[in-house]
């Protein structure tokens, strides 16, 4: 019998992820997706961090306290912090890394998360000096935030826009400051490679402040954009963790891999996009003292929301314990009831005989049929559900619909830009427990709100759920406007996700949360 490896060995065995697309980027103030966020969160750590619970614990703050009126923050390094490099990190650096997070050469298209941090908007928009930003360093071991309303800045300090980067690297190297050998990092990991369309190598970085209960050495990131041959991978043995699970029948899933199949809620939400600044999905504006306005295009989005059998999609095409989605807020967030479209309790079928007449009154019949692009990154998940709406589109209303693929860089390119997109892929993975974080792209003309929707009532409800004294009339708030999005179609819910994961036996530690974050440094691998 072969001799069982040694817990010292087991140390040295890498950690073998699956983790999607290749990493749009490295730099932490840049990241906007799952891809390089589950890498960022490898290498650095922010003020406040995340257990394997997903609960909030200290990072580099070791303490913290918020005025009464929740407008400011103090936070207490611990001592000694320390840069990969061995430098030290204290509470200037930190700060200078913010002002440079939302200076607008930097571009951080997270920076709209941050809009209750007192001039970020005002910096990020050019029209103050980042050094008015409400970020401040009192004394080398204390970073103070100062607020224009109460926010849970503890849960958007664990953000990879909030973490530490070094600056003289980004001064010394530029873009390039994220590669192997001039990435400084202040988390548990450091880059040690980066191999593009292949993998990213971690190595253990003994300055972490708690570099000793970092059990993992080695951790590689592997890209596995196609997720049925990352399951392959998996059953070979090639990796530990896998990111996703490919749409299979599920009692197929645990006879084969049993307990390795790790299911659980999650708070995220798939839809698909409608570009509203462009035909066919374009309002017509209103004429000066008209008493009504041009509304095909709203019925034409709405016809194709209701064409969507959502029930079909989540039971033979993803089938992975996702719900049907009549709305943009996942349930699961304490004190938000989520708003819902106006036709969700409708049959089916007549949500179909609708949805024909409403085709119907925009304009396209069998002889003018609407000709449409779907635009979808490449994964074959994405394919499947793509090919699922495409033919829901053309059986109920004779929608021609042309698929398009992309890689994912490009693909996050031409949907930002909103110049050649008509549908696409959308969605958002709460980065944390508030309603508002999904709702906030849609407010305003940021690098986030991919379908253009422009709504003046809109805005006024966040803002009004923003000025809110109470947590009970800011959900409310949030809700009206969730519900004014949802009545104005600019997003097509479809499903709410499952985290999905295959997780090898040997892998110690990995606990269901919420935001399906994972960080390496609070695994193990068994002998």
């Not at 490896?5 to 799952?34: F, I, M």
């Not at 519900?483 to 997780?503: C, G, W």
């Amino acid at each position: 019998m072969p001799a069982q490896p040694s817990p010292a060995q087991s140390a040295q065995t890498p950690l073998e992820r699956g983790n999607g697309p290749e990493p749009s980027t490295l730099d932490a103030h840049r990241c906007q997706e799952v891809a390089c966020g589950n890498v960022l969160r490898d290498l650095y750590e922010g003020l406040v961090t995340e257990d394997a619970q997903g609960r909030l614990v200290p990072g580099m703050a070791q303490r913290w306290t918020v005025s009464a009126d929740g407008r400011t923050w103090r936070f207490v390094l611990r001592p000694g912090l320390r840069w990969s490099n061995g430098e030290a990190l204290d509470a200037g650096q930190i700060v200078a890394s913010f002002r440079r997070a939302f200076a607008p050469a930097t571009a951080a298209p997270f920076g709209e998360l941050f809009d209750a941090l007192d001039q970020a908007q005002a910096v990020q928009a050019g029209r103050v000096a980042p050094e008015r930003l409400g970020v401040s360093a009192p004394d080398p071991r204390t970073v103070e935030f100062r607020l224009n309303r109460s926010a849970s800045l503890p849960a958007l300090l664990t953000l990879p826009i909030a973490f530490p980067v070094y600056l003289p690297a980004v001064r010394r190297h530029g873009a390039q400051h994220t590669r192997p050998g001039q990435l400084v990092s202040n988390g548990a990991y450091t880059l040690a490679a980066w191999t593009p369309q292949a993998n990213l190598q971690l190595r253990r970085n003994p300055r972490f402040h708690d570099a000793a209960a970092v059990a993992i050495e080695r951790v590689r990131f592997h890209v596995t954009e196609d997720a049925a041959a990352e399951l392959q991978r998996f059953a070979a043995g090639d990796l530990h963790i896998t990111e996703v699970v490919p749409p299979q029948p599920l009692a197929s899933l645990r006879r084969r891999f049993g307990a390795q199949l790790r299911l659980s809620p999650y708070l995220g939400a798939f839809w698909l996009g409608l570009n509203t600044t462009r035909a066919p999905f374009r309002d017509a504006p209103c004429a000066a003292g008209a008493t009504r306005c041009d509304d095909r295009a709203l019925a034409l989005r709405r016809a194709l929301a209701m064409a969507v059998d959502r029930d079909k999609l989540t039971r033979y095409v993803t089938g992975l314990g996702e719900t049907p989605a009549y709305g943009i807020v996942p349930p699961g967030i304490a004190g938000y009831t989520p708003a819902q479209a106006a036709w969700s309790d409708l049959p089916q079928a007549q949500r179909e005989a609708h949805a024909r007449a409403l085709y119907r009154y925009a304009g396209y019949s069998a002889r003018n049929p609407l000709t449409l692009e779907l635009r979808y990154n490449t994964s074959t998940p994405h394919r499947r559900l793509a090919l699922a709406v495409a033919a829901m589109w053309r059986q109920t209303l004779g929608v021609q619909v042309r698929l398009r693929n992309e890689e994912w860089k490009v693909f996050v390119q031409n949907r930002k830009q909103r110049a050649i997109t008509q549908a696409f892929r959308g969605g958002w993975i709460g980065d944390l427990a508030d309603a508002r974080n999904f709702l906030a792209a849609f407010g305003n003309d940021g690098p986030l709100n991919w379908t253009g929707y422009d709504d003046a009532g809109y805005r006024e409800r966040l803002a009004r759920a923003d000025a809110a004294a109470t947590d009970t009339a800011r959900n409310a708030w949030l809700r009206a406007a969730e519900q004014r999005l949802l009545n104005d179609h600019a997003a097509i819910p479809l499903y709410f996700y499952t985290s999905k994961h295959l997780v090898s036996e040997r892998v110690r530690g990995f606990q269901p949360n919420a935001l399906d974050r994972h960080a390496s440094r609070w695994l193990s691998l068994s002998p």
